[in-house]
C-alpha cells in the first residue's frame, strides 16, 4: 500500500478528513458511555479544552468530565455539519453539535439541549490525528420539562453509561459477512 508521500493527494486528503471524521465519533461516543479511556483517545496529552465549565489540559477535562457527567440521567452529542480545512499535519475543524442532557430535578425529568460548535485544531502526530486544542462555542441552548414519554419505549434494550452497554457487551448485533 502506497505511503502518504506518495499516495493521489486527493485520496489522501479523503483518508485525512475521514480519520478527523472518526476522532469526533469517538469523542461523543466516548462522553455519552462515560468512557474514559475513549475519551482521552481523542486528545493529544498536551491539548487543550475550552469547555464553558473547564479551561485547560484536555485530559483533566476527559477525567473531570466523566465524574460530572454522573449527574445526567442521559446525554447525547451529536455532531452534524463538520468542516474541515487541512494544512498539512495541521487541520482546522469547526463541527455543529447538539448536546442533550436528561436529569431530575424536584421528582421531574429536565432536558437540557444546547446547540454549539466545536471549533478545534486538530494535529497529525506519529500519523495519527488527534485534537490539539478545542473551544466550545455556544450558539443557543433550551431547557424544558418533560411531560410525557413514548410508553413503549421501555420495550427496547436501554442504554447504559459504562462499559455495561450493549456496544460493549460481546454478544452485540454480528457483523454481517
Known sequence: MADRETRDPAVQELLDKQAIHEVLMRYCRGVDRRDEDLLCS???????????????????????????????????????????????????????????HRSERDGRKIDMTMGARYVDRFERRGGEWRIAHRAVVHDWNREQTVEAEWPEAIRFIQGRRDRRDRFYRPDRAPVSS
Open 42 to 100: 481523542v486528545f493529544h496529552p498536551d491539548a487543550l479544552d475550552e469547555h464553558g465549565v473547564f479551561d485547560g489540559n484536555a485530559l483533566e477535562f476527559a477525567h473531570m468530565a466523566v465524574d460530572m457527567l454522573k449527574q445526567f440521567t442521559a446525554t447525547s452529542h451529536m455532531i452534524l455539519n463538520e468542516y474541515v480545512q487541512l494544512e498539512g499535519d495541521s487541520a482546522h475543524v469547526e463541527s455543529y453539535v447538539l448536546a442533550s
